[in-house]
């Protein structure tokens, strides 16, 4: 496909358990995005990677969370011991680059549910 | 430090009447300011950028922004409403030297029939 691909789609999960969702980027973007999409809130930046370079976690919420990419493309987001605050919609987005005018390609999201 | 407000969290129209959404940003470095509209149950979508070159920018399906630095306003219009705009719209703003987009906390749009 030719967008930005994410799974699962949805995720339910129970407190404490560990979760890992995965993002595919578009082939060619060096630049791939985590975010997070609580109700009624905006998108909450999670983390960045560019290359390979190191990446920026400063979004990440708690030592709990823990992303990585693997071969420039392919990234995960992982979970462990997950909390009910951890419910939201995880959204992965990738571009050609580190450059802000870039436009941001956006997944369809994985919503995770913690019970 | 960059932050972006997004006023009205929803907004109603009629169908054909225009559509005026709100955004406010603040920016210590000249910014990069971008519309994204989100579908149920999909992913985010470019309407429209400002990368400082004209301030009245046009998107897609009929959509415009207006840069106005005076303001730090980059507000969203279309002249006519159709019950496809009905979506959730969000504002961002990033800027030279960073990577970053600064997100606001959304603005869903209802379209009336």
């Known amino acids: 496909g030719a967008g930005v691909s994410q799974s699962p789609s949805n995720k339910v999960t129970e407190k404490g358990k560990d979760v890992e969702l995965r993002c595919d980027p578009i082939s060619g973007h060096t630049a791939l995005y985590w975010y997070r999409q609580s109700l009624g809130q905006g998108l909450e930046f999670l983390i960045y990677f560019q290359g390979n370079s190191a990446p920026d976690k400063s979004g990440l919420p708690s030592d709990r969370f823990s992303a990585e990419r693997t071969g420039g493309s392919v990234s995960t987001l992982t979970i462990q011991r997950t909390q009910q605050e951890d419910s939201a919609v995880y959204l992965c987005?990738?571009?050609?680059?580190?450059?802000?005018?870039?436009?941001?390609?956006f997944g369809p999201g994985t919503r995770l549910t913690v019970l | 430090a960059q932050s972006v407000t997004q006023l009205g969290s929803h907004v109603s129209v009629s169908e054909g009447a225009l559509v005026l959404l709100r955004c406010n940003y603040s920016?210590?470095?000249?910014?990069?300011l971008f519309w994204y509209v989100q579908y149920p149950n999909q992913g985010l979508q470019l309407l429209l950028k400002?990368?400082?070159?004209?301030?009245l920018v046009k998107g897609i399906n009929g959509f415009e922004a207006e840069f106005k630095k005076s303001e730090t306003s980059f507000h969203l219009t279309k002249p006519s409403a159709h019950m496809s705009d009905a979506a959730e719209y969000f504002c961002a703003v990033s800027g030279s030297g960073t990577y970053k987009y600064i997100f606001g906390t959304g603005t869903r749009l209802k379209v009336l029939a």
């Open positions: 987005a990738s571009s050609l680059g580190g450059v802000s005018y870039n436009e941001q390609f």
């Open positions: 400002y990368t400082s070159a004209a301030t």
């Open positions: 920016s210590s470095v000249p910014p990069y």
